[in-house]
């Protein structure tokens, strides 16, 4: 007997007028915006504000509309510039138009020949034609903006560093890495620069409902990050309760910390490292999975052509699907295309979006996510038995009603799935066309399901729900 198949192609999501973000207070490792539950689905250069227009044809509204385009409403955002002083001279196409947020006042001069800064004094024109046009233009489309506020101060990068005294009239006497030491919160000077600039970014920022805050990228003593997430949670004017610590080298841990909102960048175990593979897509799942305590958890940052670790864009669809399954929100950070690559016109390639890989592969999980109550389901790994080894399954449930597994790697015939016995919904999702194919109803038996697998190429998801009655 021939077995019928119905192919639907979900439609793109409806855009719903936004409220105020929040953790949502039911479902906290979820997201909500009035009555609408959100799930963050980004892709970023971090580096927006500082290029805005460039000679390599980036252009700020076009990166948050092609973001929308796709279903993407999620952005991460460096919110000052710490360094880069020497950037523009080494790549003058792609950093053609750059903006700090302090001023420039002198006396004297920096390392790149311009008036020295006064880290005491705001550049106005930065928060007024940047910040706050950008998070204006990202609220109507529907897009939540986190907003980075220190960057780590290594050895490599302190030459062109605001912190230094050759390029500041402060003279705070700083070497690398101790702006984020523990040690800041002892100097008085350094921490009325940096809770003044905070108290900045709130202030430009406040009457808008988009907006997450990140303590700083990677770096960060924990009694200052600390002193940081309590400095926004109990600001006499603009507090806020949608904190990160950001992604820590340190002994602050934003699983028991006061921090609201977990980040994790790549890798895992002590020696972190790049990825590439079926199998590390299910290792960062799997140590995502260790970060989840009732904060939302947020895969903030992993990118491709930067770090070398591989070239095919599928990758980073499959990436999306791991954390998605890990209950975990996600962001691809790519600045090897958005900015263009290069230092003239000539040299290297023009600004563009990511490979229309990734771009597909962002639409079509938007458009299967808005089809499940995703904030009502959580990891549940442990209902699918391991399909064969060289295959990966990841899995979301509520028990008993409704269950997505992501199925990665090599194709298998069947799989087993354990839930209660009932009468089932079966549907197959391709996650690389967005076709969703419907089967007929399958019955449940002692405690077990095994369904026969769709022929597939890299990866499918099964979508299971009881039916009702």
């Known amino acids: 007997m021939l077995l019928r198949v119905a192919v639907i192609t979900l439609c793109v999501i409806t855009v719903v007028a936004q409220a105020q973000l929040e953790v949502d207070p039911e479902y906290p490792y979820y997201f909500r915006d009035g009555t609408k539950h959100v799930y963050l689905l980004g892709a970023s250069d971090r580096q927006a504000f500082f290029i805005w227009q460039n000679e390599k044809g980036f252009d700020w509204r076009d990166y948050l509309e092609t973001l929308h385009e796709y279903g993407f409403n999620y952005v991460r955002q460096d919110a000052a510039a710490w360094g880069g002083i020497d950037g523009p001279a080494e790549y003058p196409a792609q950093l053609s138009n750059p903006a700090w947020a302090f001023a420039r006042t002198g006396p004297g001069l920096a390392r790149d020949g311009k008036p020295k800064f006064d880290l005491r004094r705001f550049n106005e024109q930065?928060?007024?034609?940047?910040?706050?046009?950008?998070?204006?233009?990202?609220?109507?489309?529907?897009?939540?903006?986190?907003?980075?506020?220190?960057?780590?101060?290594?050895?490599?990068?302190?030459?062109?560093?605001?912190?230094?005294?050759?390029?500041?009239?402060?003279?705070?006497?700083?070497?690398?890495?101790?702006?984020?030491?523990?040690?800041?919160?002892?100097?008085?000077?350094?921490?009325?620069?940096?809770?003044?600039?905070?108290?900045?970014?709130?202030?430009?920022?406040?009457?808008?409902?988009?907006?997450?805050?990140?303590?700083?990228?990677?770096?960060?003593?924990?009694?200052?990050?600390?002193?940081?997430?309590?400095?926004?949670?109990?600001?006499?004017?603009?507090?806020?309760?949608?904190?990160?610590?950001?992604?820590?080298?340190?002994?602050?841990?934003?699983?028991?910390?006061?921090?609201?909102?977990?980040?994790?960048?790549?890798?895992?175990?002590?020696?972190?490292?790049?990825?590439?593979?079926?199998?590390d897509v299910k290792n960062h799942h799997d140590v995502l999975l260790k970060y989840r305590a009732g904060k939302p958890v947020t895969h903030n940052e992993f990118f491709l052509y930067a770090n070398r670790s591989t070239d095919d864009p599928n990758f980073v669809r499959k990436m999306m699907w791991g954390d998605f399954t890990a209950g975990g929100h996600v962001n691809f950070y790519d600045f090897a295309h958005w900015r263009g690559t290069g230092r003239t016109n000539e040299d290297g390639e023009p600004a563009r979006p990511p490979p229309r890989e990734i771009l597909e592969g962002g639409r079509h999980l938007r458009n299967f996510i808005e089809r499940v109550p995703f904030w009502e389901i959580a990891p549940a790994d442990e209902c699918v038995t391991p399909p064969g080894p060289d295959t990966h399954a990841m899995a979301l449930a509520a028990p008993g009603r409704c269950y997505v597994i992501y199925v990665l790697g090599e194709p298998v015939r069947h799989i087993e799935v354990a839930l209660p016995e009932g009468d089932y919904r079966q549907r197959w999702y391709d996650p690389k066309t967005g076709e969703l194919s419907e089967l007929p109803p399958v019955q449940a038996a002692d405690g077990q399901l095994r369904l026969a697998v769709?022929?597939?190429?890299?990866?499918?998801?099964?979508?299971?729900e009881a039916v009702a009655g």
């Open 126 to 279: 930065y928060f007024r034609t940047r910040i706050r046009p950008f998070l204006a233009r990202a609220r109507e489309l529907d897009i939540y903006v986190e907003l980075t506020l220190f960057e780590q101060t290594s050895k490599g990068g302190w030459r062109g560093c605001l912190y230094n005294d050759r390029n500041n009239v402060n003279q705070l006497g700083l070497e690398p890495k101790q702006p984020e030491a523990n040690e800041a919160l002892n100097n008085p000077a350094l921490l009325a620069i940096q809770e003044a600039y905070v108290t900045k970014v709130l202030a430009e920022t406040a009457d808008f409902d988009n907006v997450i805050y990140e303590i700083a990228n990677e770096t960060g003593g924990r009694k200052w990050v600390t002193h940081l997430v309590n400095f926004i949670h109990d600001h006499p004017q603009y507090p806020s309760h949608l904190v990160s610590a950001g992604e820590q080298s340190s002994s602050f841990d934003p699983v028991s910390g006061p921090n609201d909102i977990v980040v994790k960048h790549r890798g895992w175990g002590k020696g972190g490292g790049l990825y590439a593979s079926d199998a």
């Open 454 to 464: 769709p022929t597939f190429e890299q990866d499918i998801v099964l979508w299971v």
